[in-house]
């Protein structure tokens, strides 16, 4: 921690300060940290790029605060710079549990005040028309509405597969509809004939989706407001913007009061019964092998063509596998794997494992996409 604390120190003016000069803060509030900003939110339409060389050397993680935990405590939490005044008691909490010096900040009507456990990015919605259809977002959801709103599209790579590969009157379905940008999308392609099954759990997201496809005039989206797994249960649903995750539901009472539950369901359970389905497209933050095993029999009779986000950094944690291992299912039932790439050209791998890994490593972003064509 000692490397780590020296390393901090020369990379943040401010942060040298704080660790030389315990008993006073060296900065106004005003003032900006010189620093890198990492955003914990994840671009649904990442640049493409070598991995940069100025990352932090991390040393061994510790469970006791630095002084750039509490420091950041107050910036990332409390929304400010801690003042000359309280600096000397606040920074004595040097050495203690981490755990419990981050949950005095959490716990504070300082934070609780700032509302941002509550914030729903519900706000400012607009609606965005496109050729064939339109779609609500707002423009304070950072994950998909930004873009959709902003940019006046959305992860055109993805578009430009489905453009080719879903025809008038296919039956298709999205897992992890987000605020159905994507829904919307294909129910222009399969038109009236076809059928869209939207699956999302967020009921935010959800209001969204329905809203749009009804001024679209879509009759033939089904929404479906649950989460896909392996099987039937509740799950407890974590939001960052629009994007969110899905997790068992704690075990103690009181942290289940705390959660939002949603209900999950084996797709193979609730699919209509008399389609044949093409194609199914999942983003599924991390989930999407639990929702494909739900969907096994429906894989396994109607052979689909599979549009997957590939992040091996989430899948380990929601899915509990990993990467390859995800790869290894698809080409265990049958399925060659291409990489997408940025202007939408299905790069061929077949089932050669430690390719598409490569590929990821190069992308230098958390996640890929990917698609998987029956043999």
């Known amino acids: 921690m000692l490397a780590l604390t020296k390393a901090m120190a020369r990379r943040l003016p401010i942060v040298r300060g704080l660790l030389n000069h315990r008993d006073a803060v060296l900065v106004e509030p005003h003032q900006r940290v010189a620093a890198h900003s990492h955003s914990p939110v994840r671009s649904s339409t990442p640049e493409r790029k070598t991995p940069p060389n100025d990352r932090p050397q991390l040393g061994e993680y510790s469970k006791t605060a630095t002084h750039e935990d509490i420091y950041y405590c107050f910036r990332l939490l409390l ?3 801690p003042n000359p005044e309280e600096w000397p008691g606040h920074s004595s909490r040097v050495g203690e549990d981490l ?39 707002s423009i304070d959801d950072l994950a998909v509405g930004n873009h959709v709103l902003i940019g006046r599209s959305y992860d055109p790579r993805i578009a430009a ?27 222009s392609f399969v038109g009236p ?10 009921p935010e997201n959800v209001k969204l989706l329905e809203a749009s496809r009804r001024v679209s005039g879509f009759d033939q989206v089904l929404v479906i407001q649950a989460a896909a797994g ?25 942290a289940i009061f705390a959660s939002r539950p949603v209900p999950c369901f084996a797709l193979d359970s609730i699919l209509p019964k008399d389609r044949t389905f093409d194609l199914i497209k999942i983003d599924a933050e991390g989930a999407e092998l639990n929702a494909l095993v739900g969907l096994l029999r429906t894989i396994e ?18 899915s509990q596998c990993s990467g390859p291992e ?4 698809l080409i265990a039932k049958g399925y060659r794997i291409a990489v997408i790439e940025e202007d939408g050209f299905e790069n061929g791998f077949e089932d050669d494992v430690d390719g598409v890994m490569e590929a990821y490593l190069h992308s230098g972003v958390d996640h890929i996409d990917i698609i998987a064509t029956p043999t």
């Open 79 to 81: 929304g400010r710079n």
């Open 99 to 137: 755990e419990n010096v981050v949950s005095s900040y959490v716990t504070s009507q300082e934070f609780a005040a700032r509302g941002l456990l509550k914030k729903t990015y519900q706000e400012n919605i607009e609606l965005a028309h496109f050729p064939n259809f339109s779609v609500f977002a």
């Open 161 to 187: 597969v489905l453009s080719r590969r879903v025809t008038p009157g296919m039956a298709v379905v999205d897992i992890g509809a987000n605020i159905g940008y994507f829904t919307m999308l294909l129910a």
């Open 193 to 202: 004939p076809g059928l869209v099954v939207a699956v999302e759990p967020n």
């Open 230 to 254: 392996r099987h039937t249960t509740l799950l407890a649903l974590n939001v960052s913007y629009s994007n969110g995750t899905t997790s068992e539901l704690p075990s103690e009472s009181n």
């Open 301 to 318: 009779r109607d052979r689909p063509v599979i549009v997957s986000e590939f992040s091996p950094g989430m899948l380990p944690g929601i």
């Open 326 to 329: 995800y790869l290894r299912f």
